[in-house]
């Protein structure tokens, strides 16, 4: 019995930390640098991400402005497998996949009914404070569209 709970208890603690280190360099909470940042029209602004752990997956929470200017907030909770899951609150896209380069840089893919909608890289710089996240887009005129958006970690 005493065996059975330690290996249960040692399991436990190797996916607790496999999940801190699938989104180590990303966790927190990102704030949007303007003066940094490079939104071309039609690109929305996130002016907040925040990445946390949730269970074995990652949660990321996105708080800006769409490219008219209203409010817009967006859930995405899933792995850094390149496989799809859902996003919410986001009319650009339904689904969303993140695949993990190295322990700085991700890619992405959103996609809306199937179809891809926009892809991009984001890049943790070498010292974790800043994060940069480069965006090709199809806005609603099917005009593609490009932004670079650069964050500080608060």
Same mark, same amino acid.
């Given at each position: 019995? =005493?065996?059975?709970?330690?290996?249960?208890?040692?399991? !436990?603690?190797?996916?607790?930390?496999?999940?801190?280190?699938?989104?180590?360099?990303?966790?927190? *909470?990102?704030?949007?640098?303007?003066?940094?940042?490079?939104?071309?029209?039609?690109?929305?602004?996130? *002016?907040?991400?925040?990445?946390? /752990?949730?269970?074995?997956?990652?949660?990321?929470?996105?708080?800006?402005?769409?490219?008219?200017?209203?409010? *817009?907030?967006?859930?995405?909770?899933?792995?850094?497998?390149?496989?799809?899951?859902?996003?919410?609150?986001?009319?650009?896209?339904? !689904? %969303?996949?993140?695949?993990?380069?190295?322990?700085?840089?991700?890619?992405?893919?959103? =996609? =809306?009914?199937?179809?891809? /909608?926009?892809?991009? %890289?984001?890049?943790?710089?070498?010292?974790?404070?800043? %994060?940069?996240?480069?965006?090709?887009?199809?806005?609603?005129?099917?005009?593609?569209? %490009?932004?670079?958006?650069?964050?500080?970690?608060?």
């Amino acid at each position: 019995m =005493k065996a059975r709970t330690t290996v249960l208890t040692l399991a !436990m603690c190797l996916v607790a930390v496999a999940v801190c280190f699938a989104a180590d360099s990303f966790t927190g *909470t990102w704030k949007l640098n303007e003066g940094k940042s490079k939104l071309g029209a039609g690109v929305p602004k996130n *002016t907040t991400v925040v990445y946390e /752990a949730a269970g074995d997956n990652v949660k990321i929470t996105v708080e800006g402005t769409d490219s008219e200017g209203q409010a *817009t907030h967006n859930e995405w909770t899933g792995k850094f497998d390149g496989g799809d899951y859902p996003v919410t609150g986001d009319a650009t896209c339904d !689904m %969303r996949s993140y695949k993990k380069v190295d322990k700085h840089t991700l890619t992405f893919i959103g =996609k =809306k009914d199937g179809k891809e /909608a926009l892809s991009g %890289r984001v890049v943790i710089s070498a010292d974790g404070k800043s %994060r940069t996240v480069h965006v090709t887009a199809t806005d609603s005129k099917g005009n593609k569209v %490009r932004g670079t958006a650069v964050y500080d970690k608060q």
